[in-house]
């Protein structure tokens, strides 16, 4: 499979235009919105502690039967954080660990597990914390997923907002609480973490080598599905 995920250097990141998702919500942002009493909750036990997540199944369907269907499984458990990069992001769900493994739970016509097709949605973007699929291109979403780690705008990308017309709630998030604009409409947002952003910030600062890797593993030694308010 191809290698999931690559990101471009950051500095010609700043001036690329946004397409797709996250450009003029036509309603609340989702991810300021509050839980509800019966929502499906992810809880990840990693090596380095607990991550809480919610999801959006309305706006990415697919993607969130995706993961919630292969944490069921146990398919995350011992898994690794192949990719890790401070003031980013943290990757993981390659059960292979060498960011070109996995697979999702669609079938395509052969039936052989693969590919699902990008959900782009208004109101859902790339916002420290923010769950999204980790992909080499358009419609290549499998197993991989990222986390955003991002704390602070970068130099240029409030402006760049403006002119590709965001919304300003949408800019004032991002400036408020860091993010990663330029990745709206190119990876699927679907989740938002809902605790434990600490253990997210300790993933992201750890050692790695030139590619990205830690040089001490970083696992997912579980994830399990719990109902909100149960």
């Not at 999931?4 to 797709?20: D, H």
């Not at 997923?145 to 002119?163: E, H, R, Y």
Request: proline residues 3%.
């Amino acid at each position: 499979m191809k290698k999931a995920i690559c990101f471009l250097l950051i500095s010609l990141l700043l001036f690329c235009g946004l397409s797709g998702c996250g450009k003029t919500p036509s309603g609340p942002l989702l991810q300021e919105s509050s839980l509800q009493a019966g929502e499906e909750i992810a809880v990840m036990e990693t090596s380095l502690g607990t991550i809480k997540l919610r999801f959006f199944p309305e706006q990415a369907p697919l993607a969130v039967e995706n993961f919630l269907t292969l944490a069921k499984e146990g398919y995350y458990d011992g898994v690794t954080f192949h990719r890790v990069m401070a003031d980013f992001m943290i990757q993981g769900g390659d059960p292979t660990g060498t960011g070109s493994g996995g697979y999702s739970i669609y079938t395509d016509v052969a039936g052989n597990r693969g590919y699902f097709k990008d959900e782009c949605s208004d109101q859902l973007f790339n916002f420290r914390g923010a769950l999204s699929m980790a992909n080499s291109g358009a419609d290549t979403n499998g197993s991989q997923f990222f986390i955003v780690q991002t704390p602070n705008l970068k130099d240029g990308q409030k402006d760049s907002m403006k002119s590709g017309g965001v919304d300003a709630r949408a800019i004032a998030k991002y400036e408020a609480e860091g993010g990663t604009p330029w990745l709206d409409g190119k990876h699927t947002v679907f989740g938002q973490v809902i605790e434990g952003m600490a253990v997210v910030d300790a993933i992201a600062a750890v050692a790695t080598d030139e590619s990205d890797r830690p040089l001490e593993d970083v696992t997912i030694l579980s994830v399990t599905v719990e109902t909100y308010g149960a």
